[in-house]
């Protein structure tokens, strides 16, 4: 247990209480005032705020918001005891498992369309109408009433909330509700694959949780795809994460400095969902998206349905290519992108991924690795000594609320994005606000036995791939694009033991 030094317990704990109230309190001043000024309405717990649907904040509400959620977090783990943390996320599992209740019975479209979706329903109308016990319903609607996502109006009668947008059966989101047993299976047999003697040092997408979890010897992608629901609810999943970040892909790269007639060349692009959005608001690039032959059949559906013209002239096609082969597109006139390709894949694997790009690219070629960069999880700001927080080094309320103002109204009127320091008492990777990235990568870990990764461990990738780290684009997601150059090959020793080499999923 962390000690307050020299006995100074209330100047201590006075002290970041004060630092994270004013921090709490500053930057919600800031986030109405900015929201009214760009024409938006204060959020709400209930009803739905345009940007939870659609459109960017700009940088001083996404900055704003990401700086609230975080102290929030910081708040909740000063108040909370360890003991009533440790339980809480034991039975987090139970929220996941009211989700998937919820999702499968339909319970949201039922409220959304009753007669009165304001008064809402009472379990026995929703037994009625759904035929489902209402005595198996009220322990999950309860406990998610509780975060959120309905409305108790009174005992035993809900309504639905802003939340009801991503469970509805006609939103993509609802998919991760739908199948969010593969999620908890995969994790829940993360443990066991951790420990496991013959497992314990293999980076082998076949020595995961998702084989412990779900009693297969399949590799995920071949689990997914063995099951036509599975692999619908799984494909609408990815979708609904891909629009989440689509358009600050889209706004906060410079893609208009690319030279007119470059092409785009999207390695693993899926069914297309980026290039397409890129070729709407880009009329003078050319597209191409790279990915299985099982899949770009499903890729050029999909861009003749979004942008026929665009492909019947051929300005975005598909290609089919396995990106551990040669890459055929070589030249300065390619720019190529890959969206969540190197997280699927241990070191040695990523390496070799872009190893192909690297021969293909040209000196005026830009590679751009679209991914979480995790940040580690330091507490930033404040000096300490022996490890521990001192009074003498905290500011006065004034000062501390003044920073906090200072970089946040430092961002007024900015169209281009850049994210600010953490506040003192904040961890450098602002908390909880970044939870669902870091979430990713231990699901990643128990679905391949890959991973989220610090700029550090990429940088070890883009050396041994002969890559120059260029720039790093921060976006006003969850996502970064980095942006390299060809450069020359560096020897990297490997940290780990890569026994396997994982087939192209």
């Excluded at 314990?200 to 076949?206: D, E, G, H, T, V």
């Excluded at 590799?219 to 970040?245: C, G, K, Q, R, Y």
């Excluded at 920073?403 to 990777?429: C, D, H, Q, R, W």
Aim: aromatic share 8%; proline share 7%.
């Amino acid at each position: 247990m962390a000690p307050y030094p020299n006995g100074h317990f209330d100047m201590v704990a006075d002290a970041e209480l004060d630092s994270l109230l004013n921090t709490l309190e500053s930057s919600i001043k800031i986030f109405r005032t900015e929201a009214a000024e760009c024409g938006l309405p204060p959020p709400s717990a209930r009803y739905s705020h345009p940007l939870d649907t659609s459109g960017l904040p700009s940088p001083k509400l996404f900055e704003a918001k990401r700086t609230i959620l975080a102290t929030l977090g910081v708040l909740k783990s000063t108040f909370q005891s360890p003991f009533e943390r440790l339980t809480e996320i034991t039975h987090a599992g139970t929220l996941t498992a009211s989700l998937q209740v919820i999702a499968r019975t339909g319970v949201v479209d039922a409220l959304h369309e009753c007669e009165n979706p304001e008064r809402g329903l009472s379990l026995t109308e929703l037994q009625k109408v759904l035929d489902v016990d209402a005595r198996k319903l009220a322990a999950p609607m309860r406990l998610l009433s509780t975060i959120g996502w309905f409305e108790e109006t009174e005992e035993a009668r809900f309504k639905n909330t802003k939340m009801e947008q991503v469970l509805r059966k006609d939103s993509s989101a609802f998919y991760f509700g739908y199948h969010a047993d593969l999620y908890l299976r995969n994790a829940c047999g993360l443990a066991e694959a951790v420990v496991k003697p013959e497992w314990k040092y293999s980076m082998s997408p076949l020595h995961t949780g998702c084989q412990i979890g779900n009693n297969t010897d399949k590799h995920l992608f071949e689990l997914v795809h063995s099951n036509p629901d599975m692999l619908h609810s799984f494909t609408h999943a990815i979708h609904a994460l891909e629009a989440s970040v689509l358009d600050s892909i889209v706004a906060d790269y410079p893609w208009n400095d690319l030279e007119p007639g470059t092409t785009v060349v999207d390695v693993g692009g899926g069914r297309g969902g980026m290039s397409v959005a890129l070729a709407k608001s880009l009329p003078s690039l050319k597209f191409v998206v790279q990915d299985r032959p099982g899949t770009v059949k499903f890729t050029a559906a999909n861009m003749a349905e979004s942008l026929p013209e665009a492909f019947q002239q051929g300005r975005i096609r598909a290609m089919p290519h396995d990106f551990f082969t040669e890459q055929p597109l070589m030249g300065d006139g390619y720019v190529y992108t890959l969206k969540w390709v190197i997280h699927d894949w241990p070191e040695q694997q990523s390496i070799e991924i872009l190893s192909q790009i690297a021969k293909a690219a040209g000196p005026k070629s830009r590679i751009l690795v679209i991914d979480n960069i995790v940040t580690p999880v330091h507490t930033a700001n404040t000096s300490t000594q022996n490890g521990s927080a001192t009074p003498a080094s905290f500011s006065s309320d004034e000062e501390e609320q003044s920073v906090i103002v200072k970089e946040l109204e430092a961002l007024s009127g900015k169209k281009t994005y850049t994210p600010i320091a953490p506040p003192p008492f904040v961890p450098a990777n602002f908390g909880v606000s970044s939870l669902f990235p870091l979430q990713l990568g231990v699901s990643m870990e128990a679905a391949l036995n890959a991973c989220e990764r610090t700029l550090s461990e990429f940088q070890r990738i883009f050396d041994g791939a002969g890559l120059k780290l260029r720039k790093v684009h921060h976006l006003r997601s969850w996502v970064s694009i980095m942006e390299l150059e060809v450069g020359e090959p560096q020897v990297v020793a490997s940290t780990v033991a890569e026994d396997v080499k994982p087939t192209a999923a």
